[in-house]
Nanobody
Framework: QVEVVESGGGLVQAGGSLRLSCTASGRTYSLHAMAWFRQTPGKERDFVAA????????HYADSVKGRFTISRDNAINTVYLQMNSLKPEDTAVYYC???????????????????WGQGTQVTVSS
C-alpha cells in the first residue's frame, strides 16, 4: 500500500510560479513512476508530467513543456512540480499519482497509476 499527499497549491497571478510537492509513504520501494495530472470541473483528468524510476526519465504534456519541470528526491520519497510562466488555463485541481507495477505502456495515462492523492487547487488569475 502506498499513500501520496500533495501540497503547495494556491492562487498566483499569470506569469508567476508555484511549486507542488507530493510525498509518498508506505511501500515506497515498489514505486515505478510518479506523475501529476490535473482536472477542471466537467472535464477528464489530464496528464501533466511523469518521472520514472529507475533512471528518472521524464515525460511532459505538450501544453506544459518548457514551463513545468518534474523532479524527485528519492531520499524523502518526494516528487516536485515546478510550474513557471503560469497561465489562467493552468487553473485546475492537480493530482499526484503513483504507480507500483511495471508495464510497457506510456506513463501518461490515468490507467497506469494505482494510487492517487486528494488533489491541490491551483488558481491562476489573469
Amino acid at each position: 500500500q502506498v499513500e501520496v499527499v500533495e501540497s503547495g497549491g494556491g492562487l498566483v497571478q499569470a506569469g508567476g510560479s508555484l511549486r507542488l510537492s507530493c510525498t509518498a509513504s508506505g511501500r515506497t520501494y515498489s514505486l515505478h513512476a510518479m506523475a501529476w495530472f490535473r482536472q477542471t470541473p466537467g472535464k477528464e483528468r489530464d496528464f501533466v508530467a511523469a518521472i520514472t524510476r529507475p533512471g528518472s526519465s521524464t515525460h511532459y504534456a505538450d501544453s506544459v513543456k518548457g514551463r513545468f519541470t518534474i523532479s524527485r528526491d528519492n531520499a524523502i520519497n518526494t516528487v516536485y512540480l515546478q510550474m513557471n510562466s503560469l497561465k489562467p488555463e493552468d487553473t485546475a485541481v492537480y493530482y499526484c499519482a503513483a504507480k507500483t507495477f511495471a508495464s510497457g505502456s506510456s506513463p501518461t495515462t490515468t490507467s497506469e497509476y494505482n494510487y492517487w492523492g486528494q488533489g491541490t487547487q491551483v488558481t491562476v488569475s489573469s
